[in-house]
């Protein structure tokens, strides 16, 4: 690929970055949209020959593109939610009822059904699986209309941190938020449930895509099955999350509270902190067996709790939102343009069918039969309407994940089915970001309408 090219569509993808969001902002149509389809145009373009963009190919880059952009993400995702969580507070673990039902009962649902149908049309078991998994977690990357904006920062009452590291008040989570009123997520739990959905399930995703890879390569349930279900569904989610929290923990404490002023980076405003964090934390959890991806979330999280209203974390949002969004503009064109030069060449009517199942149908109806079995009360926090839980349901955004969970597994092991995988999964994205682009912007704006009437209040 010319090196000229990469400088010229890296410079769109810059600009587009930068002139988009504020472009389209009042219409039902996402930047995903956008540049799926310029991307799409630009591939049927008489380009070089290595501008073919052939997944099998270029597997390793596409593997850690898409990694780093999750990443980059799922720290943003942690950073952005308003809403706390306290381990030892009941009405904390209430009040994230539908992420924990979204994550419980529809993700195993959309992974088994994937894989059923997968297996029914035909597709080999373990490829049938991987799909299955690929294409379960909903995207943190492109699902950035239906999620929570960012950090909630009062400009006049923003906590700053004191000269003095004994004046603190531990993470201020109580008295900051009585100060400044109602986290704007707390009114929201669409996108709230949506957005922490999307921050968790991604790590969520990988022991499915190791059974995949299992199951193709180690062959019987019986010979692996146990310590799959020890070691990839418990121990290394467990050791992710611990060490999310510990690295969060710590930089949380130099940043905010360190005796030395020079350390104490809330102070100074730096940004970076988040970008050292993620990169320390994703690097950390790998090395030790634990998710990397559950660890990013977890640090992001964790940082967020320390002085929870102070505008460093909006600093630091900022920061990541920028890089995501560059990130996630590059790929989707690099996307767009794979589609018009051949990803999508084994596309069948078993990958037409299986997309269409999925984005209408099994997320749907395993999202709402989560979110409705023993409902929560909708005027408390955590509970969600009808409406609100239709469209929790229907918006589960498919995308960068999905890519980067294929690359993985097919570096792993060499799936006969591969280059079907790909035109499945690449066509699936496109369904994806079409409908739920389209129709994110008006739904979420007649539920805001709705809200503002006070047709969903919750108490004071």
């Given at each position: 690929?010319?090196i000229?090219l990469i400088?010229?569509i890296?410079?769109?993808?810059?600009?587009?970055?930068?002139?988009l969001?504020a472009v389209?902002d009042r219409y039902?149509?996402s930047?995903a949209?956008?540049?799926?389809v310029?991307?799409?145009?630009i591939?049927?373009?008489?380009?070089?020959?290595?501008?073919?963009?052939?997944?099998v190919?270029i597997?390793p880059?596409?593997?850690r593109?898409?990694e780093?952009?999750?990443?980059?993400?799922?720290?943003?995702?942690?950073?952005?939610?308003?809403?706390?969580?306290d381990?030892?507070?009941?009405s904390?673990?209430?009040s994230?009822?539908p992420?924990?039902?979204?994550l419980?009962?529809a993700?195993?649902?959309t992974i088994?059904?994937?894989?059923?149908?997968?297996?029914?049309?035909?597709?080999a078991?373990?490829?049938?699986l991987?799909l299955?998994a690929?294409?379960?977690?909903?995207?943190?990357v492109?699902a950035?209309?239906?999620q929570?904006?960012?950090?909630r920062?009062d400009?006049?009452?923003a906590v700053?941190?004191?000269?003095?590291?004994?004046?603190?008040?531990?993470d201020g989570?109580?008295?900051?938020?009585?100060?400044l009123?109602?986290?704007?997520?707390e009114k929201?739990?669409?996108?709230?449930?949506l957005t922490?959905?999307a921050g968790?399930?991604?790590g969520?995703?990988f022991?499915?895509?190791?059974?995949?890879?299992?199951?193709?390569s180690a062959?019987?349930?019986?010979?692996?099955?146990?310590h799959w279900?020890?070691?990839?569904?418990?121990?290394?989610?467990?050791?992710?999350v611990?060490?999310?929290?510990?690295?969060?923990w710590?930089?949380?404490k130099?940043?905010?509270r360190s005796?030395?002023r020079s350390?104490?980076l809330?102070e100074?405003?730096?940004?970076?902190?988040?970008?050292?964090?993620l990169v320390?934390?994703?690097?950390l959890?790998?090395?030790?067996?634990?998710?990397?991806?559950?660890?990013?979330?977890a640090?992001g999280?964790?940082?967020r709790a320390?002085?929870?209203n102070?505008?460093?974390?909006r600093?630091?949002?900022?920061?990541?939102?920028r890089?995501?969004?560059?990130?996630?503009?590059?790929?989707?064109?690099?996307?767009?343009?794979a589609?018009?030069?051949g990803?999508?060449g084994?596309?069948?009517?078993?990958?037409?069918l299986?997309?269409?199942?999925l984005?209408?149908v099994?997320r749907?109806?395993s999202?709402?039969?989560s979110?409705r079995?023993?409902a929560?009360?909708?005027?408390?926090?955590?509970?969600?309407?009808?409406r609100e839980?239709?469209a929790?349901?229907?918006f589960?955004v498919r995308?960068i994940?999905?890519?980067?969970?294929?690359?993985?597994?097919?570096g792993?092991?060499a799936f006969a089915d591969?280059r079907?995988l790909?035109s499945t999964?690449?066509?699936?994205i496109?369904?994806?970001?079409?409908?739920?682009g389209t129709?994110?912007?008006p739904?979420?704006?007649?539920?805001?309408?709705r809200?503002e009437?006070g047709?969903v209040?919750?108490p004071?």
């Open positions: 690929m010319s000229n400088y010229l890296a410079g769109l993808a810059m600009l587009l970055a930068a002139v969001p389209l039902a149509v930047a949209m956008v540049l799926l310029l991307g799409m145009g591939g049927l373009l008489p380009l070089p020959e290595g501008m073919r963009l052939d997944p190919v597997r880059q596409v593997e593109v898409t780093f952009t999750i990443l980059v993400a799922l720290m943003g995702v942690g950073l952005a939610i308003d809403r706390s969580f381990w030892r507070s009941r904390s673990w209430a994230w009822s992420t924990w039902r979204l419980a009962i993700m195993p649902l088994a059904s994937v894989a059923l149908l997968g297996w029914g049309l035909g597709v078991p373990a490829a049938a991987l299955g690929a294409l379960a977690p909903t995207d943190p492109l950035s209309d239906v929570v904006e960012g950090p920062v400009g006049e009452n700053e941190t004191s000269d003095d590291p004994g004046d603190s008040t531990g989570v109580d008295d900051d938020e009585e100060a009123g109602e986290p704007v997520d929201d739990d669409v996108r709230f449930a922490s959905e968790l399930n991604d969520l995703a022991p499915f895509v190791t059974a995949a890879i299992l199951l193709a062959g019987s349930v019986s010979s692996w099955g146990l279900l020890a070691w990839d569904l418990v121990g290394k989610v467990v050791i992710g611990l060490v999310g929290v510990a690295v969060g710590g930089l949380a130099v940043a905010f005796p030395r350390l104490r809330a100074q405003g730096e940004p970076l902190l988040a970008l050292a964090a320390m934390t994703y690097g959890s790998q090395l030790v067996g634990g998710y990397g991806f559950l660890s990013v979330f640090c999280m964790t940082l320390a002085e929870r102070h505008r460093y974390h600093t630091m949002h900022e920061v990541v939102q890089l995501e969004r560059l990130l996630t503009l590059i790929i989707l064109l690099m996307l767009g343009m589609m018009t030069k990803v999508l084994e596309l069948d009517w078993r990958g037409v299986i997309a269409v199942a984005v209408f099994v749907p109806l999202g709402w039969a979110l079995l023993r929560r009360p909708a005027d408390l926090p955590g509970g969600l309407g009808r839980t239709l929790t349901a229907f589960g995308g994940g999905s890519l980067y969970y294929l690359a993985f597994a097919a792993e092991h591969e079907w790909w999964i690449a066509f699936t496109l369904l994806s970001v079409m409908v739920h129709l994110a912007t739904v979420m704006r007649y539920l805001e309408r809200r009437r047709g209040a919750r004071a």
